[in-house]
């Protein structure tokens, strides 16, 4: 069983594994960056820490203003970072190999993989190209 | 035995034999019937010996026997000479050589050439001044060729470099054997390569004829042999190592300091069950002293002394002097100054850059003359300081020079202080010696000297007066983690300002600023400074006018400037931390940093968001 976390972005809906994400926080004070690009909201002080904040419909090049009030704290080997997303949804179970391969040529480079939930059609992330899409706003 | 468990502690302790080695090898340089000294530079080299030969490390063993043994007639002598000065300092590094080896793991070099080469013995001195030629270059070969480094940068209309670099590379196979290549030929594979191939290499055949060998081939440009990278290492070594050796008195400092946490904590639990909250008040405010009290001991472990470092340019200079045939006295000051390990790290090449720089161009046209190493603390700054007695910088050659080069305009030139004009030297490629010579070229590393230093957080200022010599001073951070920095505010947003980096922090009022055509000016100190907005650098909004003007005095790229803020807020003492990967990319951050009341703040980085605007324009 895959235990996953769905959350929207724009009018989508992704989801990401409960395993790689470390924690859901919502309402903190986000400090901008003194002149970080617009994907990087800034960063929380968490447990101690600074993390920075990625606006994730602003990295995925949805058009967005909205405020992503819910970050979603990545698990150590990311980082770690946080993800601002506009809305969560309650978790979800899925069977192993719910994700199906083979329609790969249709998808968008930061998808995983798409599988149906209840008649609806939820995307799951992928964090590496997440990653490096965040290296590429940061250096340029 | 088991080697490998013990093999830390005797590179350790080797080490340190070692330092003490050349240490007073460089004493008995000015004072060389100094029996007592003779007698310690013996007993460290017979430390040596025994710990290698316990240790079953032969060559090791053997070198430091050969050391022990001329060290003994020395001794019996009551003196000991320059030359031999020199050849003891060789057998040094071959030492520190043979104990890389050990660290690695490699095989240990053949000593064969030194012992052949050298030897104090009354009866090997006919020998000795057969193959004194050998001594200098004899000394680090063995039966192995030493390896070089070969690089080859190719010309630039070389549409696709990587199948020319990956039979370069197997050329160079031919030559002898590749040890290690940037990029290695998988990264060639991939194509991550820009027409630059740098390899170390193994050979038997001398430079001058590999570089004939590649010079047929009409893509390649230029072919150099770096030896740079192998010494600068090897300078490293000595103070780098994974582990941190503390004293026992610091130590026990950190356990009695735990003993008493346990014990506040009963204390706090008592105070609670039997809710006596005076008790408890009482108990948090011993809590928050130890924890205080704790942090400073910690940050402790990782201050180390200057004195290593200060050892090795007092080596560096001994052998400037040798080879430049001058006679150059080094007074030192301060070594005993503490300062975080991470940073005298990075001090090891400016400093030796700078050392070079002060015989080699300072020192120039004279016989003899004195260079000042000084280390002294001011608050929580630690500034090192290099002074030469030579002939000074020649403010009107740079004037000239930027001219030329088309740094400045004429203009420019001329309402340049001197001050600020020393500071081009800092420029890349910024060289006024007409004559680069092997030791160096003032102006080819004093770039990265700055680079270095502003890179942890510091700054260098540079001082001359003509005829009379020159003065470098760094200005440090005590530690990387730990610094005060100057709170700011631009736009309702609170930013800090590393300390060192502040020259001064001032209030001044509308009717001090001038204009010359867009650019705002302020008169500070004796030279009009040009303004920055903060605002506009972080594409704020523009701030409404009225009241004075608070300005951060800092020095970017080598120039003075005033950094208009909106408010000084004031000083104080953070724990920095570096934003992890890829953040730390991002131009204008140098980290970031949680005040006393939760509020996250970052470092601003003036010269890298300065870089990115003009990047921009």
């Known amino acids: 069983m895959n235990q996953l976390l769905p959350f929207v972005v724009g009018t989508e809906t992704y989801a990401l594994e409960l395993i790689d994400i470390q924690e859901i926080v919502e309402n903190l004070n986000i400090y901008p960056f003194p002149a970080a690009p617009e994907q990087i909201s800034g960063a929380i002080a968490f447990h101690g820490r600074i993390v920075p904040v990625v606006n994730l419909p602003h990295l995925l090049g949805f058009n967005a203003e909205s405020v992503c009030p819910r970050l979603i704290v990545l698990a150590n080997k990311y980082g770690p970072f946080a993800l601002a997303v506009d809305q969560l949804r309650p978790l979800i179970g899925m069977e192993k190999g719910f994700i199906k391969d083979d329609d790969s040529t249709l998808k968008q480079p930061y998808v995983r993989g798409v599988f149906a939930w209840r008649e609806e059609m939820i995307s799951l992330l992928d964090l590496k190209y997440v990653e490096a899409a965040i290296e590429t706003a940061c250096i340029s | ?617």
């Open chain 2, 1 to 617: 035995m088991d080697k490998a468990k013990y093999r830390a502690m005797f590179l350790a302790e080797a080490a340190e034999h070692l330092q003490a080695m050349s240490e007073i090898l460089l004493r008995l340089d000015n004072d060389p019937e100094n029996r007592q000294e003779i007698d310690a530079l013996f007993r460290e080299a017979h430390s040596i010996k025994g710990m290698a030969a316990t240790m079953e490390y032969q060559e090791t063993a053997r070198l430091a026997h050969r050391l022990e043994d001329d060290l003994d007639l020395c001794r019996k002598r009551g003196h000991i000479s320059a030359d031999e000065i020199d050849q003891m300092l060789a057998g040094v590094d071959l030492l520190e050589a043979l104990l890389e080896d050990i660290k690695e793991d490699r095989p240990e070099r053949n000593v064969d050439s030194y012992l052949q080469a050298t030897g104090l013995s009354e009866q090997r001195e006919v020998e000795l001044q057969s193959s004194k030629t050998e001594v200098g270059g004899g000394l680090c070969s063995t039966n192995d060729p030493q390896p070089i480094l070969v690089q080859i940068q190719l010309a630039d209309t070389v549409p696709v470099p990587a199948p020319r670099l990956l039979v370069l590379l197997k050329r160079m196979g031919d030559f002898g054997t590749v040890l290690n290549s940037w990029p290695t030929q998988e990264q060639i594979l991939t194509d991550k390569v820009n027409g630059r191939l740098l390899v170390q290499l193994r050979s038997h055949q001398p430079a001058e004829q590999i570089h004939a060998q590649l010079a047929t081939y009409s893509e390649v440009e230029e072919i150099s042999f770096p030896e740079h990278v192998a010494s600068s290492n090897q300078d490293r070594s000595v103070l780098k190592g994974a582990s941190v050796r503390v004293s026992t008195e610091r130590l026990d400092h950190l356990i009695n300091l735990t003993g008493e946490l346990i014990t506040t904590r009963y204390q706090l639990q008592n105070a609670l069950k039997k809710r006596q909250w005076r008790d408890l008040d009482d108990g948090v405010g011993q809590l928050s002293q130890l924890v205080k009290n704790l942090h400073h001991q910690v940050l402790q472990v990782r201050m180390v002394s200057l004195q290593a470092l200060f050892s090795r340019l007092s080596r560096t200079v001994h052998d400037l002097a040798r080879t430049s045939g001058k006679k150059i006295e080094l007074q030192t000051q301060g070594a005993d100054i503490e300062i975080d390990r991470a940073i005298v790290e990075e001090l090891v090449d400016p400093l030796t850059h700078m050392i070079r720089n002060a015989v080699d161009h300072g020192l120039k046209a004279r016989e003899s003359g004195t260079i000042r190493l000084k280390a002294w603390r001011d608050r929580d700054q630690v500034l090192v300081q290099v002074t030469d007695d030579g002939a000074g910088i020649d403010p009107e050659a740079i004037r000239q020079l930027a001219r030329q080069r088309g740094l400045l305009t004429s203009s420019q030139v001329k309402a340049l202080r001197d001050y600020d004009l020393y500071q081009l030297i800092c420029q890349p490629g910024f060289s006024t010696s007409q004559a680069v010579t092997d030791i160096s070229g003032r102006g080819v590393g004093m770039d990265v000297v700055k680079t270095t230093i502003e890179g942890i957080g510091g700054l260098v200022l540079i001082d001359s007066n003509l005829g009379e010599g020159t003065s470098i001073t760094l200005k440090l951070p005590l530690s990387l983690a730990i610094i005060r920095v100057l709170l700011i505010e631009s736009d309702g947003a609170r930013m800090a300002i590393p300390i060192p980096r502040v020259i001064q922090a001032i209030e001044v009022s509308p009717t001090e600023i001038h204009s010359s055509g867009k650019q705002l000016m302020v008169y500070f100190q004796d030279a009009f400074i040009p303004l920055l907005s903060l605002r506009k650098m972080l594409n704020q909004p523009k701030k409404p006018q009225g009241g004075s003007i608070s300005l951060v005095v800092s020095e970017v790229m080598g120039r003075r400037v005033g950094l208009v803020v909106d408010r000084l807020v004031g000083q104080q003492e953070v724990f920095v931390q570096r934003l992890s990967p890829p953040f730390d990319q991002i131009p204008g951050c140098h980290g970031g940093t949680i005040l006393g009341d939760g509020q996250g703040i970052f470092l601003l980085d003036l010269q890298s968001l300065l870089e990115r605007r003009k990047k921009a324009v």
